[in-house]
Protein backbone atom coordinates (compact mmCIF):
# COMPACT_ATOMS: atom_id res chain seq x y z
CA UNK A 1 0.00 0.00 0.00
CA UNK A 2 1.08 3.37 -0.46
CA UNK A 3 2.39 5.61 2.41
CA UNK A 4 1.77 8.39 0.85
CA UNK A 5 -0.95 9.44 -1.80
CA UNK A 6 -1.50 12.49 -3.59
CA UNK A 7 -4.18 12.10 -5.99
CA UNK A 8 -3.84 15.35 -7.86
CA UNK A 9 -1.29 15.00 -10.97
CA UNK A 10 -1.86 18.46 -12.03
CA UNK A 11 -3.51 21.57 -10.87
CA UNK A 12 -4.06 25.12 -12.02
CA UNK A 13 -4.98 28.41 -10.43
CA UNK A 14 -5.48 31.79 -10.78
CA UNK A 15 -3.42 33.84 -9.71
CA UNK A 16 -4.63 35.71 -6.17
CA UNK A 17 -6.84 32.50 -5.46
CA UNK A 18 -6.38 29.74 -3.20
CA UNK A 19 -5.65 26.82 -3.79
CA UNK A 20 -5.62 23.22 -1.58
CA UNK A 21 -3.30 20.31 -2.92
CA UNK A 22 -4.26 16.70 -1.57
CA UNK A 23 -2.29 14.19 0.88
CA UNK A 24 -3.48 10.89 2.38
CA UNK A 25 -1.26 9.19 4.28
CA UNK A 26 -1.48 5.31 5.67
CA UNK A 27 0.45 4.63 8.79
CA UNK A 28 0.30 2.43 11.94
CA UNK A 29 1.83 4.44 13.85
CA UNK A 30 0.82 6.81 16.80
CA UNK A 31 4.03 9.46 16.73
CA UNK A 32 4.77 10.47 13.31
CA UNK A 33 5.64 14.17 11.11
CA UNK A 34 3.70 14.93 7.84
CA UNK A 35 5.49 17.32 5.65
CA UNK A 36 5.51 19.27 2.12
CA UNK A 37 8.08 20.24 -0.17
CA UNK A 38 7.98 22.64 -3.18
CA UNK A 39 10.44 21.60 -5.95
CA UNK A 40 10.90 24.86 -8.29
CA UNK A 41 12.17 24.00 -12.13
CA UNK A 42 15.06 24.55 -10.84
CA UNK A 43 15.30 21.14 -9.10
CA UNK A 44 16.06 22.56 -5.38
CA UNK A 45 13.58 20.99 -2.58
CA UNK A 46 12.32 23.57 -0.32
CA UNK A 47 10.70 22.72 2.72
CA UNK A 48 7.19 24.93 3.43
CA UNK A 49 5.67 23.60 6.41
CA UNK A 50 5.71 20.59 9.02
CA UNK A 51 2.43 19.28 11.17
CA UNK A 52 3.22 16.64 14.13
CA UNK A 53 0.80 14.25 14.97
CA UNK A 54 0.27 15.10 18.30
CA UNK A 55 -0.15 18.67 17.23
CA UNK A 56 -3.91 20.23 18.25
CA UNK A 57 -3.48 22.66 16.16
CA UNK A 58 -3.17 23.58 12.42
CA UNK A 59 -0.37 24.35 11.02
CA UNK A 60 0.85 28.02 9.10
CA UNK A 61 3.85 29.12 7.59
CA UNK A 62 2.55 32.66 6.14
CA UNK A 63 1.00 32.21 3.18
CA UNK A 64 0.93 28.11 3.24
CA UNK A 65 -1.30 25.94 5.93
CA UNK A 66 -1.81 22.69 6.56
CA UNK A 67 -5.26 21.13 6.77
CA UNK A 68 -4.68 18.35 8.94
CA UNK A 69 -7.73 15.42 9.77
CA UNK A 70 -6.23 13.19 12.08
CA UNK A 71 -9.04 10.48 12.02
CA UNK A 72 -9.27 10.82 8.04
CA UNK A 73 -5.18 10.50 7.53
CA UNK A 74 -5.46 13.69 5.22
CA UNK A 75 -2.75 16.65 5.40
CA UNK A 76 -3.97 18.83 2.52
CA UNK A 77 -1.48 21.79 2.01
CA UNK A 78 -3.33 25.28 1.05
CA UNK A 79 -1.49 28.16 0.00
CA UNK A 80 -3.40 31.18 -0.56
CA UNK A 81 -3.19 34.27 -2.54
CA UNK A 82 -1.05 32.06 -4.94
CA UNK A 83 1.21 34.22 -6.82
CA UNK A 84 3.22 33.33 -10.76
CA UNK A 85 6.43 31.81 -8.59
CA UNK A 86 3.78 29.35 -6.95
CA UNK A 87 4.52 26.98 -10.18
CA UNK A 88 6.14 24.08 -8.81
CA UNK A 89 6.10 20.35 -8.00
CA UNK A 90 4.67 19.95 -4.48
CA UNK A 91 5.70 16.79 -2.40
CA UNK A 92 4.05 15.23 0.54
CA UNK A 93 6.00 13.52 2.92
CA UNK A 94 6.00 11.50 6.14
CA UNK A 95 8.41 11.03 8.93
CA UNK A 96 7.19 7.97 10.85
CA UNK A 97 7.88 6.84 14.08
CA UNK A 98 9.74 8.48 17.46
CA UNK A 99 12.71 6.42 17.01
CA UNK A 100 14.24 4.53 14.72
CA UNK A 101 13.64 5.00 11.42
CA UNK A 102 13.40 9.15 10.34
CA UNK A 103 13.74 9.15 6.71
CA UNK A 104 10.84 10.85 5.00
CA UNK A 105 8.32 8.59 2.45
CA UNK A 106 7.49 10.80 -0.32
CA UNK A 107 4.24 11.26 -2.54
CA UNK A 108 4.27 11.54 -6.20
CA UNK A 109 4.11 14.96 -5.95
CA UNK A 110 1.36 17.26 -7.75
CA UNK A 111 2.37 20.32 -10.42
CA UNK A 112 0.76 23.57 -9.71
CA UNK A 113 0.22 26.34 -12.10
CA UNK A 114 -0.42 29.42 -11.72
CA UNK A 115 -2.01 31.56 -14.04
CA UNK A 116 -2.38 35.23 -14.47
CA UNK B 1 22.98 31.59 5.86
CA UNK B 2 23.77 28.00 6.48
CA UNK B 3 22.95 25.71 3.64
CA UNK B 4 23.38 21.85 2.45
CA UNK B 5 26.16 21.85 -0.34
CA UNK B 6 26.39 19.20 -2.95
CA UNK B 7 29.41 18.18 -5.55
CA UNK B 8 29.39 17.84 -8.21
CA UNK B 9 26.02 19.56 -9.46
CA UNK B 10 26.39 17.63 -12.84
CA UNK B 11 28.47 14.43 -13.92
CA UNK B 12 28.16 13.12 -16.86
CA UNK B 13 30.16 9.61 -17.11
CA UNK B 14 30.83 6.28 -18.78
CA UNK B 15 29.29 2.95 -17.95
CA UNK B 16 31.25 1.40 -15.89
CA UNK B 17 32.86 4.33 -13.91
CA UNK B 18 33.30 5.25 -10.44
CA UNK B 19 31.28 8.01 -9.77
CA UNK B 20 31.53 9.79 -6.02
CA UNK B 21 28.86 12.27 -4.94
CA UNK B 22 29.73 14.81 -1.99
CA UNK B 23 28.07 16.12 0.49
CA UNK B 24 28.51 18.89 3.28
CA UNK B 25 25.84 18.97 5.92
CA UNK B 26 24.74 22.11 7.73
CA UNK B 27 27.15 22.31 10.48
CA UNK B 28 25.42 20.93 14.28
CA UNK B 29 23.01 18.65 11.99
CA UNK B 30 23.16 15.10 13.30
CA UNK B 31 21.61 13.27 10.41
CA UNK B 32 22.19 13.27 6.66
CA UNK B 33 19.76 11.46 4.33
CA UNK B 34 20.53 10.61 0.33
CA UNK B 35 17.83 10.30 -1.70
CA UNK B 36 17.34 9.92 -5.68
CA UNK B 37 15.20 10.96 -7.87
CA UNK B 38 14.08 10.12 -11.12
CA UNK B 39 11.14 10.39 -13.38
CA UNK B 40 9.50 6.52 -12.88
CA UNK B 41 10.48 6.34 -9.46
CA UNK B 42 10.15 9.37 -7.81
CA UNK B 43 11.67 10.61 -4.68
CA UNK B 44 13.41 7.70 -2.72
CA UNK B 45 15.25 7.43 -0.27
CA UNK B 46 18.83 5.59 -0.46
CA UNK B 47 20.94 5.67 2.91
CA UNK B 48 20.45 7.39 6.60
CA UNK B 49 22.95 8.36 9.15
CA UNK B 50 23.03 9.71 12.41
CA UNK B 51 25.44 10.69 14.20
CA UNK B 52 27.65 9.62 11.46
CA UNK B 53 26.49 5.99 12.12
CA UNK B 54 24.51 4.23 9.07
CA UNK B 55 20.85 3.56 10.51
CA UNK B 56 19.16 2.44 7.13
CA UNK B 57 20.54 1.76 3.88
CA UNK B 58 18.27 -0.75 2.61
CA UNK B 59 17.35 1.39 -0.19
CA UNK B 60 20.57 1.11 -1.86
CA UNK B 61 21.89 -1.69 -4.24
CA UNK B 62 24.55 -2.85 -2.22
CA UNK B 63 26.81 -4.31 -4.55
CA UNK B 64 27.34 -1.14 -6.57
CA UNK B 65 26.44 1.51 -3.89
CA UNK B 66 28.39 2.58 -0.89
CA UNK B 67 27.29 5.40 1.47
CA UNK B 68 30.11 6.93 4.28
CA UNK B 69 30.31 9.50 6.59
CA UNK B 70 33.77 9.92 7.04
CA UNK B 71 33.55 12.96 9.31
CA UNK B 72 30.78 15.33 10.66
CA UNK B 73 31.14 17.81 7.97
CA UNK B 74 31.06 14.93 5.37
CA UNK B 75 28.99 12.68 3.31
CA UNK B 76 29.67 10.37 0.14
CA UNK B 77 27.92 8.29 -1.68
CA UNK B 78 29.56 6.25 -4.75
CA UNK B 79 28.78 4.03 -7.14
CA UNK B 80 31.01 1.47 -8.76
CA UNK B 81 30.44 0.53 -11.23
CA UNK B 82 27.80 3.39 -12.58
CA UNK B 83 25.15 2.01 -14.97
CA UNK B 84 22.30 3.49 -16.97
CA UNK B 85 19.94 3.22 -15.06
CA UNK B 86 22.13 5.03 -12.22
CA UNK B 87 20.80 8.32 -13.92
CA UNK B 88 19.25 10.31 -11.64
CA UNK B 89 19.70 13.44 -9.68
CA UNK B 90 20.43 12.73 -6.09
CA UNK B 91 19.96 15.03 -3.23
CA UNK B 92 21.29 14.95 -0.01
CA UNK B 93 19.33 16.32 3.01
CA UNK B 94 20.31 16.94 6.85
CA UNK B 95 18.32 17.59 9.75
CA UNK B 96 18.82 17.77 13.17
CA UNK B 97 17.04 15.36 16.01
CA UNK B 98 17.01 16.16 19.67
CA UNK B 99 14.26 15.44 22.06
CA UNK B 100 14.34 13.55 25.57
CA UNK B 101 13.83 9.99 25.07
CA UNK B 102 13.76 10.45 21.06
CA UNK B 103 10.62 12.16 21.03
CA UNK B 104 11.73 15.34 18.33
CA UNK B 105 11.57 18.64 18.96
CA UNK B 106 12.71 19.59 15.83
CA UNK B 107 12.12 18.12 12.52
CA UNK B 108 13.41 19.67 9.64
CA UNK B 109 15.18 18.37 6.98
CA UNK B 110 17.01 20.38 4.68
CA UNK B 111 18.15 19.47 1.04
CA UNK B 112 21.25 20.20 -1.04
CA UNK B 113 21.21 21.63 -4.64
CA UNK B 114 21.42 17.73 -5.94
CA UNK B 115 23.65 16.40 -8.09
CA UNK B 116 22.87 15.19 -11.79
CA UNK B 117 24.01 12.19 -13.25
CA UNK B 118 24.24 10.86 -16.28
CA UNK B 119 25.37 7.63 -16.93
CA UNK B 120 26.18 7.06 -20.65
Known amino acids: AQKITQTQPGMFVQEKEAVTLDCTYD???????LFWYKQPSSGEMIFLIYQGSYDEQNATEGRYSLNFQKARKSANLVISASQLGDSAMYFCAMREGDTGRRALTFGSGTRLQVQP | DARVTQTPRDKVTEMGQEVTMRCQPILGHNTVFWYRQTMMQGLELLAY????????DSGMPKDRFSAEMPDATLATLKIQPSEPRDSAVYFC??????????????????FGPGTRLTVL
Open chain 2, 93 to 110: ASGLVIGLAGVPLYNEQF
Open chain 2, 49 to 56: FRNRAPLD
Open chain 1, 27 to 33: TSDQSYG
